[in-house]
């Protein structure tokens, strides 16, 4: 009884103190400044984006409009907080700021800092009625443009993170004058192509999730967002206890890549205090309709949506022939990740030719969640890709931090 009571005091300071921090009590929670921004789309979501204008290391905010500007992007059921919990030794944004740019912090329609819609409450299903395409064809693009207006640039530093690099792929393929506004594009486990996904979750769940049923019609608009905002609430507690902790740790292993040392562990908790961070799981049955499909395109409605919606019984493929960005897309990518299957990203290669660059990590067990949460991080991925922004930006730059990438990718 003694060890169920603590148990209980555990979870109920879980759900006192997860849900107090936002993105910008993080940052600042390190010094760095932070504003946040809501910009709302044609469609009537309002987004939050989070800036860091400047570091305390660097520049003053005086001289922020001669920052270049970067927008990252976050992976599914994430939110902006997945690029701060590492903190300002290792997160990528505090890096860029560090080093003088003007840092966006983007979220998705339907993550816990985009539930606000100018006429749809988030408790109706209308309000979930959104998938992949609509964060690609019309968030990230509305993202771009905003940063743009508000930092009078004419084009920006774009990264994307797993579901960041999907919708990015799908923004450029529809509307390909986003081209033009990439100064360059730095792609993290890259979701495209999933035809040869890994992973018991993915492979048991695609073929039920990723099919037309009633099941995935009900499922599909449900509002998930009290059940979620209940798991972030509940979930640190329980895995910093040393007898969940191990569960918690295979848990993550088997959503996205078994067995992999680099991931740091005593983030677990703060991840899990901030993922799931909503969204539709119209996006989940998206992925897996493209792992049933072996194809990138868009949300199957079934053949009388489909008729309605596209004029055809099956969505058409995304135009990847749109996709060429001014410098060639630097695409992250490894062996551990269930999401980015070696022979898929071999396919896309072949696809886009020397409209991407393929930068292969070489450690064996290096999984999805390591882009941005490994201990090693800064030194593998994330000094390489701020070197790569300093080069094009005509900066000093070293020119041998990308150290952590085979010789040859495929």
Same mark, same amino acid.
């Not at 993105?23 to 010094?31: E, F, N, S, V």
């Not at 979501?45 to 500007?69: E, M």
């Not at 899990?272 to 961070?277: D, G, N, Y």
């Given at each position: 009884?003694? !060890?169920?009571?603590?148990?209980? &005091?555990?979870?109920?300071?879980?759900? =006192?103190?997860?849900?107090?921090?936002?993105?910008?009590?993080?940052?600042?929670? @390190?010094?760095?400044?932070?504003?946040?921004?809501?910009?709302?789309?044609?469609?009537?979501?309002? /987004?939050?984006?989070?800036?860091?204008?400047?570091?305390?290391?660097?520049?003053?905010?005086?001289?922020?409009?001669?920052?270049?500007?970067? *927008?990252?992007?976050?992976?599914?059921?994430?939110?902006?907080? &997945?690029?701060?919990?590492?903190?300002?030794?290792?997160?990528?944004?505090?890096?860029?700021?560090?080093?003088? @740019?003007?840092?966006?912090?983007? +979220?998705? $329609?339907?993550?816990?800092?985009?539930?606000?819609?100018?006429?749809?409450?988030?408790?109706?299903?209308?309000?979930?009625?959104?998938?992949?395409?609509?964060?690609?064809?019309?968030?990230?693009?509305?993202?771009?443009?905003?940063? *743009?207006?508000? =930092?009078?640039?004419? !084009?920006?530093?774009?990264?994307?993170? !797993?579901?960041? !690099?999907?919708?990015?792929?799908?923004?450029?393929?529809? #509307?390909?004058?986003?081209?033009?506004?990439?100064?360059?594009?730095?792609?993290?486990?890259?979701?495209?192509?999933?035809?040869?996904?890994?992973?018991?979750?993915? &492979?048991?769940?695609?073929?039920?999730?990723?099919?037309?049923?009633?099941?995935?019609?009900?499922?599909?608009?449900?509002? *998930?967002?009290? /059940?979620?905002?209940?798991?972030?609430?509940?979930?640190?507690?329980? %895995?910093?206890?040393?007898?969940?902790?191990?569960?918690?740790?295979?848990?993550?292993?088997?959503?996205?890549?078994?067995?992999?040392?680099? *991931?740091? $562990?005593?983030?677990?908790?703060?991840?899990?205090?901030?993922?799931?961070?909503?969204?539709?799981? $119209?996006?989940?049955?998206?992925?897996?309709?493209?792992?049933?499909?072996? #194809?990138? $395109?868009?949300?199957?409605?079934?053949?009388?949506?489909?008729?309605? #919606? @596209?004029?055809?019984?099956?969505?058409?493929?995304? +135009?990847?022939?749109?996709?060429?960005?001014?410098?060639?897309?630097?695409?992250?990518?490894?062996?551990?990740?269930?999401?980015?299957?070696?022979?898929?990203?071999?396919?896309?290669?072949?696809? /886009?030719?020397?409209?991407?660059?393929? +930068?292969?990590?070489?450690?064996?067990?290096?999984?999805?969640?390591?882009?941005?949460?490994?201990?090693?991080?800064?030194? %593998? &991925?994330?000094? %390489?890709?701020?070197?790569?922004?300093?080069?094009?930006?005509?900066?000093?730059?070293?020119?041998?931090? %990308?150290?952590?990438?085979?010789?040859?990718?495929?």
């Amino acid at each position: 009884m003694q !060890s169920l009571s603590g148990l209980v &005091i555990v979870v109920l300071c879980g759900v =006192t103190t997860a849900g107090a921090l936002d993105t910008c009590d993080r940052i600042t929670h @390190y010094g760095y400044p932070c504003e946040r921004h809501n910009l709302t789309t044609k469609d009537g979501y309002v /987004l939050a984006i989070f800036r860091i204008p400047y570091s305390q290391h660097g520049d003053s905010y005086d001289n922020a409009t001669s920052k270049p500007p970067v *927008l990252l992007m976050h992976c599914l059921e994430c939110s902006s907080d &997945i690029w701060i919990i590492s903190g300002p030794d290792n997160g990528l944004p505090f890096i860029l700021a560090d080093a003088g @740019y003007d840092v966006w912090l983007g +979220n998705a $329609r339907g993550n816990v800092y985009s539930q606000k819609h100018i006429k749809l409450q988030r408790s109706s299903t209308e309000f979930w009625e959104f998938s992949l395409d609509e964060i690609g064809i019309i968030d990230v693009p509305a993202k771009i443009d905003y940063v *743009l207006a508000i =930092t009078n640039s004419q !084009s920006l530093h774009y990264v994307g993170y !797993s579901q960041g !690099s999907t919708t990015l792929m799908m923004a450029l393929a529809s #509307k390909p004058e986003y081209n033009e506004k990439l100064r360059s594009t730095h792609l993290l486990a890259p979701v495209v192509f999933l035809c040869y996904v890994g992973g018991p979750v993915a &492979i048991l769940g695609s073929p039920i999730v990723g099919s037309i049923n009633p099941l995935t019609q009900l499922l599909g608009t449900v509002p *998930l967002h009290e /059940l979620e905002a209940l798991s972030r609430s509940v979930a640190p507690g329980l %895995c910093q206890r040393a007898e969940f902790a191990e569960l918690c740790l295979a848990f993550l292993n088997i959503v996205c890549g078994w067995g992999s040392p680099h *991931l740091n $562990r005593t983030l677990i908790p703060e991840l899990l205090s901030t993922a799931p961070a909503g969204g539709s799981f $119209r996006q989940v049955i998206h992925y897996a309709q493209m792992v049933m499909s072996c #194809k990138f $395109r868009p949300y199957d409605f079934g053949l009388p949506g489909n008729m309605q #919606k @596209y004029g055809k019984s099956q969505p058409p493929s995304y +135009n990847l022939a749109n996709v060429h960005p001014k410098t060639p897309i630097e695409m992250y990518f490894g062996e551990n990740d269930y999401f980015v299957p070696l022979r898929d990203a071999y396919r896309l290669s072949k696809i /886009l030719g020397n409209r991407a660059s393929w +930068n292969h990590v070489k450690f064996p067990k290096y999984n999805h969640f390591d882009y941005t949460l490994a201990s090693n991080v800064r030194w %593998c &991925i994330n000094d %390489c890709v701020v070197d790569r922004m300093q080069k094009y930006e005509g900066r000093s730059f070293h020119g041998d931090l %990308c150290k952590c990438f085979k010789n040859k990718p495929f």
